[in-house]
T-cell receptor, first 116, second 112 residues
C-alpha cells in the first residue's frame, strides 16, 4: 500500500522555539495533504488542508501564523509550529490523499511534540 | 456539521470473544466510512473502507457494516486476540473532497 513518512516521530523543545514536521508521500504523488492534532484520549481534529502549490486552508480556531504549512511539491508538506508553548504539546498526524474519487487517505506515523 | 460518536469508549474482553464496536454519525449523506486502528503513540492503520453504496466489507476476522439511513456502522471482530488491543477509530467523509471526520475511538483491551 501507499506509504506516508512523517518525521520526526518525537521532538522535545524549549518554549519559544520553532519546530518543523515533515510529511512525505514515498511512492505516490499527493495533491492534498491533511494535518491533524490529537490530544490524549481524544480524537483527531483537523487543523488544515494543504494543497500543492497553494495556500493551506485552516480550520476555525487554528492560528495560521502559528502553524505554518508549506506544500511545495507533490510529495512533501511541512508543518512548522512557531514559538511553541507547552499548550502546543500534542500528537500531530499528517495524511495524504491518493485517489480523489474515493477520498482514501494514508496516514503518517505521527509526531509527538513536547514543549518544555 | 457532521459529528461521529463511538460507543463504548473502552472495552475489555477475554481472548477468543467476538465483539462489536459501534459508530454513529449525524448526517447520513456520507461518501464513505472508514475504520482505523491506532496503537498507543502511533499513527493510523486503515482497516476497512465502506463506500456509501455498500452495506459491508470484510477483511480476515474483521467485518464492518454500514446502515447509512440510520447513521450507523459496526465493526465486528471475531475470535479476538491480545494483538487486537488498540484504539479503533471510525471516520466518515461527506464527499470525495472533504476531510475525514473522526469519532473519539474505542479503546479495546483483549486479555489473554
Amino acid at each position: 500500500g501507499a506509504v506516508v513518512s512523517q518525521h520526526p516521530s518525537w521532538v522535545i523543545c524549549k518554549s519559544g522555539t520553532s519546530v518543523k514536521i515533515e510529511c512525505r508521500s514515498l511512492d505516490f504523488q499527493a495533491t492534498t495533504m491533511f494535518w491533524y492534532r490529537q490530544f490524549p484520549k481524544q480524537s483527531l481534529m483537523l487543523m488544515a488542508t494543504s494543497n500543492e502549490g497553494s495556500k493551506a486552508t485552516y480550520e476555525q480556531g487554528v492560528e495560521k501564523d502559528k502553524f505554518l504549512i508549506n506544500h511545495a511539491s507533490l510529495t512533501l508538506s511541512t508543518l512548522t509550529v512557531t514559538s511553541a508553548h507547552p499548550e502546543d504539546s500534542s500528537f500531530y498526524i499528517c495524511s495524504a490523499r491518493i485517489i480523489v474519487a474515493k477520498n482514501i487517505q494514508y496516514f503518517g506515523a505521527g509526531t509527538r511534540l513536547s514543549v518544555l | 456539521k457532521q459529528e461521529v460518536t463511538q460507543i463504548p469508549a473502552a472495552l475489555s474482553v477475554p481472548e477468543g470473544e467476538n465483539l462489536v464496536l459501534n459508530c454513529s454519525f449525524t448526517d447520513s449523506a456520507i461518501y464513505n466510512l472508514q475504520w482505523f486502528r491506532q496503537d498507543p503513540g502511533k499513527g493510523l492503520t486503515s482497516l476497512l473502507l465502506i463506500q456509501s453504496s455498500q452495506r459491508e466489507q470484510t477483511s480476515g476476522r474483521l467485518n464492518a457494516s454500514l446502515d447509512k439511513s440510520s447513521g450507523r456502522s459496526t465493526l465486528y471482530i471475531a475470535a479476538s486476540q491480545p494483538g487486537d488491543s488498540a484504539t479503533y477509530l471510525c471516520a466518515v467523509s461527506d464527499s470525495g473532497n472533504t476531510p475525514l471526520v473522526f469519532g473519539k475511538g474505542t479503546r479495546l483491551s483483549v486479555i489473554a
